[in-house]
Antibody, heavy 119, light 107 residues
Framework: QVHLVQSGAEVKKPGASVKVACTAS????????ITWVRQAPGQGLEWVGW????????TYAQKFQGRVTMTVDTSTSTAYMDLGSLRSDDTAVYYC????????????WGQGTLVTLSS | DIQMTQSPSSLSASVGDRVTITCRAS??????LNWYQQKPGKVPKLLIYDASSLQSGVPSRFSGSGSGTDFTLTISSLQPEDFAIYYCQQTYSPPHTFGQGTKVEIK
């Protein structure tokens, strides 16, 4: 069965960076993309960006351009999201999700990683 | 960016009711519209993709329709486990924006 397991919660200071890992299992990693979505406390879902696990192409939401980097390690079926210059409004649960390439649907999600900004 | 607007933002309904949630895109998105359900403290779950295709394992009381800019999610007979927040998402062009969510509460 398909599983996406994310790294544990993080507490960061403003200005720091955080790297969240998402390890996939139960399917051929390079046949699907990985999308990252975040959700601030009590708020809705926000699309952060996408990475092709096949050729490492990325697309980021404009508001994160310059601050986010998405990478994959196909040898371990792990995707990473690195977000820098953290601000208080970056406090959120960050989810990775498997993206079906043909339809861009997010059919399996990781459990989420809470990133908390605290000075 | 394409803006997605859901209505209503919240609704109260009873078990057995027919519930309809609408999602409007700020420009045409063909049928590239997905619906997700999120229960408190849980991960979002895909219900409908490509506007009207039911994801495997999702009960048939859920259905989706629409194309262009206007879409609907319908729950034909609301069940206790359906009380949740529902989000639409366009995948026509990045960023693949979500609607603000519709909270379905017990009446």
């Amino acid at each position: 069965q398909v599983h996406l397991v994310q790294s544990g919660a993080e507490v960061k200071k403003p200005g720091a960076s955080v790297k969240v890992a998402c390890t996939a299992s139960g399917y051929t990693f390079t046949n699907y993309g990985i999308t990252w979505v975040r959700q601030a406390p009590g708020q809705g879902l926000e699309w952060v960006g996408w990475i092709s696990t096949y050729n490492n192409n990325t697309t980021y939401a404009q508001k994160f351009q310059g601050r986010v980097t998405m990478t994959v390690d196909t040898s371990t079926s792990t995707a990473y999201m690195d977000l820098g210059s953290l601000r208080s409004d970056d406090t959120a649960v960050y989810y990775c999700a498997r993206e079906v390439i043909a339809s861009s649907t997010l059919d399996y999600w990781g459990q989420g990683t809470l990133v908390t900004l605290s000075s | 960016d394409i803006q997605m607007t859901q209505s209503p933002s919240s609704l109260s309904a009873s078990v057995g009711d027919r519930v309809t949630i609408t999602c409007r895109a700020s420009q045409t998105i063909s049928i590239y519209l997905n619906w997700y359900q999120q229960k408190p403290g849980k991960v979002p779950k895909l219900l409908i993709y490509d506007a009207s295709s039911l994801q495997s394992g999702v009960p048939s009381r859920f259905s989706g329709s629409g194309s262009g800019t206007d879409f609907t999610l319908t729950i034909s007979s609301l069940q206790p486990e359906d009380f949740a927040i529902y989000y639409c998402q366009q995948t026509y062009s990045p960023p693949h924006t979500f609607g603000q969510g519709t909270k379905v509460e017990i009446k």
